[in-house]
């Protein structure tokens, strides 16, 4: 009996030990006050297999994909624009292009979806009632894609 008990001792020790480990999701705070972000404010559509994806690195996968950063130029152009200028350059917001960051959490995806979500100082409040979590992954990639700044300072690129 003894040997049967340790036997199936071992076997779920081998069990458990070769089962590959899930991955916590990565902590969203709000840029300001630090508290945990509530994702359930979200507009409704983005909890897409990309957003799960970057839920687990803290990474945009939209980052290098061609066709995404057209439709967040489009989502930009509509949202974003007129605060930030037609090619993020500044107006009433910040400059987006370069390598000044207001936030400098911003140097990383997970910061700047941090700030975007739930809103900064100033005009920038929450987007989360304009933009569904996948959208503002979007905008984030044409953000990326057209950066005029200097990569060692691109904390995404890393």
């Not at 991955?23 to 994702?39: C, F, K, M, P």
């Not at 897409?48 to 930009?76: C, H, R, V, W």
């Not at 929450?126 to 200097?150: C, E, W």
Request: charged content about 20%; hydrophobic content about 35%.
């Amino acid at each position: 009996m003894k040997f049967k008990t340790l036997l199936s001792g071992a076997a779920l020790t081998l069990t458990v030990m070769g089962m590959p480990t899930a991955q916590a999701d990565i902590t969203l705070r709000h840029s300001l006050t630090g508290e945990v972000l509530d994702l359930s404010f979200a507009k409704k559509g983005g909890n897409t297999d990309k957003f799960k994806q970057f839920m687990q690195t803290g990474k945009n996968p939209y980052n290098s994909d061609e066709e995404a950063i057209k439709k967040g130029e489009s989502l930009y152009m509509t949202g974003c624009s007129g605060c930030h200028g037609h090619e993020a350059e500044g107006k009433l917001g910040p400059g987006l292009a370069d390598d000044y960051w207001t936030y400098p959490r911003n140097s990383t995806d997970q910061g700047l979806f941090e700030l975007l979500f739930g809103g900064a100082n100033g005009m920038m409040g929450p987007q989360y009632v304009n933009f569904s979590t996948d959208d503002m992954l979007h905008i984030m990639a044409f953000i990326r894609h057209i950066y005029k700044g200097d990569p060692k300072k691109a904390d995404w690129l890393k």
